[in-house]
Structure formats: structure tokens, C-alpha cells
């Protein structure tokens, strides 16, 4: 499949284009400037030759994706994506975006925000999109890295076949399994939880990632 990655030049969105990419994926490396998307591809291609790496702007981007990952600042949100929001009608974008801010006391979600979680900004801005909360809780520098995350990746969405495609898309990331969490409702949730793991990180070392437990039937790990 051709996934977009908006941001696709920063952390997360190059752990996210190398893991895809690993899986066989073609990997549309967005970004607001030609120049650091060409960059970013060509530093994709020398940590992983076998991948194939496509450097665009972002609309340019949107409009090639089959599905899109929206990988950037929370500040970003108002500004990238009104341009988006026509390419990206029906198709489902995956948003990784946490509101965090950090202070004396450690990470803290920012919950001042103008709509109620960023997904639900996204999705009030690109009202045709199917957006989908995932991958916010997974380490940036594990996916770069290609370690296997023991991780559970929390899926939320309004539309329930986009989080079926998200929760079959993340069999692509080496030990990770999709769980449907529910509606768009629950993205602040999703999204605040990465302040308690920045944390965690902090005050025990490590890269945390959640892991649910007691379930009777769920997907299994890739
Ligand atoms: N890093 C992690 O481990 C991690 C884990 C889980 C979730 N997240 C979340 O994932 C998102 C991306 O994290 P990151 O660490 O990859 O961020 P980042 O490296 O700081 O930024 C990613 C990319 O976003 C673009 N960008 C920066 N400021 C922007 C703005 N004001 N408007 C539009 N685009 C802007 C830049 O790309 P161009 O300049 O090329 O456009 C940048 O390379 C964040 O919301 C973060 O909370 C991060």
C-alpha cells in the first residue's frame, strides 16, 4: 500500500516509514518543504536500501496516499491541515499527535485545547477523512531502530472499518498488536497517555509501551 506520512522527516514519522517500509509498503515522505523531503527520503534509503522512499510536499503527498499518517507537532495541526482535507476526503488518516507540554514535575497532556483531543481537531478540519488514533504510545527510536516492541497499540476512530484497517496495518510493526478502543471519544485519553510514559521513562529508564492484559480473544502479536 502507499502510506503518507506527514512529517514524515521528523522522529516518529521516520521510525514509522522505516518500520512500513520493512513490511513492503511504499512510503510517501511528506513534509511542508520539497528540499527536507528529499532529504529525509535519501536518509531513509541509506538506514534501509530495500525500502522505497518517495519525497513530497504534503498536499502532493495526500493526494498519492492510499492511507496517511499525520506525524507532527500539535501547534502544526491548524496550519497543515486545511490543505489535506480535500486530497485526504475518504481515505483514513492515522494521527500520532499528543499534545504534551513539560515542566518542573515532568510531562503533562495539554487539555486547553480547541477541540476536544487533537484527533478530533484533525477530524473537525478534514471532516471526510477517516481518522483513526494509533501509534501515539510507541517509541520513535525503537521503530528507527527496527526492535520489536512488545507493545499494544490503542485504536480509536469513528468509523469502525478504518480501525479495522489501522489495527491490519500495525501486523506490520515487529511484536505490536492493534486493540479496538473505541470511538474518537476516547483520543484525549490516547493521546495524554504518552505524557504518563514519557514519564515513566524518566523516572525508571527505558522505553515504556502499554500492554493490556485478560483479554479472552485478542489479535495476535506480529
Ligand atoms: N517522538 C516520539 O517518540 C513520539 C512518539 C509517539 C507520538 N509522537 C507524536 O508524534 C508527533 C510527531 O513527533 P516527532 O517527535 O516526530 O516530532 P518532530 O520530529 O518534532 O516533528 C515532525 C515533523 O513535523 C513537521 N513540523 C514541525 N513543526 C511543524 C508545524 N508547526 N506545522 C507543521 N509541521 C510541522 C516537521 O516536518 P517538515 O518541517 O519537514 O514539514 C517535522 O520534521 C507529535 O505530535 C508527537 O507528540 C512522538
Redesign the pocket.
Known sequence: MKIAIF?G?????RGLAITFAAAGHEIIVG???QE??DQ?AEGLREAYPEGTFVPME?AEAAAAGEMAVL??????IE??MPALAEPLAGKVLVS???A?KFGKSGAMAVLDLPAASCAHQIQDLAPEAKVVVA???????ALQERHPIEGDVLVCGKSKDAREAVIELTKDIPGCRGLDAGPLANAIIIEGM?AIIINLNKRYGGEASINVTGLESPPARA
Open positions: 512529517g522527516t521528523g522522529d516518529l514519522g513534509s511542508r518543504s527536507r523531503a529525509a504534503n506525524s507532527i507537532p500539535f501547534e502544526g496550519a497543515t500520532v499527535v499528543n504534551l501509534y501515539n504510545n510507541l517509541p520513535a527510536a504518552t
